[in-house]
């Protein structure tokens, strides 16, 4: 019944910014936990950053300083600026959630269909 759906990606140019975000619907109870990773051909998805309910965040060492992620509780949205864009970055990214559906119930992770992000130089 969970469903995440991402939105924001497109072309932009070397130097530019995106703002992507991550709708997560459905029965959900609490998000325990909210990523976004990225995948090229070939490769395997990569952490971008993250974060828990708690609060604490962490970013892959190449977009530290660029990406901020953010998160607006109330409507059940994680947020990711990119900024000072790089052809590097280009990309499908990918949210992803721990999310439980019921009380005393530990989470589930759930995936988003993916967003493509591309970078011109």
């Known amino acids: 019944q969970v469903q995440l759906v991402e939105s924001g990606g497109g072309l932009v140019q070397a130097g530019g910014s995106l703002r992507l975000s991550c709708a997560a619907s459905?029965?959900?109870?609490?998000?325990?936990?909210m990523g976004w990773y990225r995948q090229t051909p070939g490769n395997q998805r990569e952490l971008v950053a993250g974060f828990t309910s708690g609060g604490s965040t962490n970013y892959a060492d190449c977009v530290k300083g660029r990406f901020t992620i953010s998160r607006d509780n109330a409507e059940n949205t994680a947020y990711l600026q990119m900024n000072s864009l790089k052809p590097e970055d280009t990309g499908v990214y990918y949210c992803?959630?721990?999310?439980?559906?019921?009380?005393?119930?530990?989470?589930?992770?759930?995936w988003g269909q993916g967003t493509q992000v591309t970078v011109s130089s």
């Open positions: 459905g029965s959900i109870f609490s998000i325990n936990a």
């Open positions: 992803n959630a721990d999310i439980s559906t019921r009380s005393w119930t530990r989470g589930t992770l759930y």
